[in-house]
């Protein structure tokens, strides 16, 4: 079986790490991590890191960004959690000659079980008052709001995710593996039929495309499946889920290539964006078991 690829960089996790201990359990799981690659005026691109998080404050927002050439970090804006207040407004930061304003709606937000919001809402990143990224569906607003006229970079890709999910024995989530592709429902089913025989069945709309017996010996692997006509590896690790159940997690990795090559990492940045847009999606999903 091939290792698990990286994905988040120096500035995230291995995926393969599964030596976090279950105190990481409530700490971590009300975040979701999003990545964009966008471009830079001079033919620069960067990493732009939205961090969606919740807690008993409320919800929260964090923006950093990272140029993609050194993986040196350029800034970062963090929005603490609010309850009453700071659901709309915007924030500013200069680096490198440049600046980068990030304005935001929540205001009419509506939010499910993830820290992410659904719908009612909108996150718009300038640099140097142009839009590069433009989150959310209240686009119209965004554009009235920062005074720009004109779509955001058509360059601007959705790179990577990582999510948190919890469960006893499905874990549901949603995701979009193209760039104005199908939002689809993810369901990773974990199901014990007698002591020695676990099974691991993953569900995209609701049909099966994937099973995995035999799992005391094939507790790691990686599987090839067909979504929306493209190739999406599936990588998954439930040793804890079989032999700790004190850490009580599982890694999975959906990842995708926009170009067909799934041999690239998708944080090869020298090859991903030193031109030619050979860049590959990833979602990252950690699986909790709730007791």
């Not at 939010?111 to 909108?122: M, T």
């Amino acid at each position: 079986m091939r290792d698990f690829p990286s994905c988040f960089g120096e500035s995230g996790v291995q995926i393969a790490d599964s030596s976090s201990s279950s105190s990481t359990h409530k700490s971590a799981h009300n975040l979701v991590t999003c990545l964009y690659q966008a471009p830079r005026r001079g033919g620069c691109w960067c990493l732009i890191t939205i961090t969606w998080s919740k807690s008993l404050m409320g919800q929260g927002l964090g923006v950093s960004v990272d140029e993609c050439s050194n993986n040196r970090s350029l800034g970062r804006l963090d929005i603490k959690p609010w309850l009453f207040s700071k659901k709309k407004g915007s924030k500013g930061l200069e680096f490198d000659g440049s600046r980068m304003d990030v304005f935001w709606d929540l205001s009419s937000a509506r939010f499910g079980s993830s820290p992410e919001p659904l719908e009612g809402f909108y996150v718009a990143i300038l640099f140097d008052l142009e839009m590069v990224l433009l989150l959310g569906d209240m686009s119209k607003e965004a554009y009235c709001k920062t005074g720009t006229s004109v779509a955001p970079r058509s360059d601007a890709l959705f790179v990577a995710k990582k999510e948190h999910l919890f469960g006893k024995k499905v874990y549901c989530t949603k995701a979009q593996f193209r760039d104005n592709g199908k939002a689809h429902d993810i369901a990773i089913e974990f199901e014990t039929v007698g002591l020695d025989n676990p099974c691991l069945e993953i569900r995209i709309d609701k049909k099966r495309v994937m099973q995995v017996k035999r799992l005391v010996w094939k507790f790691r692997g990686n599987h090839t499946i067909l979504v929306d006509g493209v190739p999406v590896e599936v990588f998954w690790d439930i040793h804890d889920w079989l032999f700790d159940p004190a850490a009580a997690k599982a890694v999975f990795m959906f990842q995708t290539s926009l170009s067909g090559d799934d041999k690239l990492s998708p944080w090869s940045c020298s090859q991903a964006f030193g031109g030619a847009q050979h860049l590959s999606f990833s979602l990252v999903l950690i699986a909790w078991k709730n007791e």
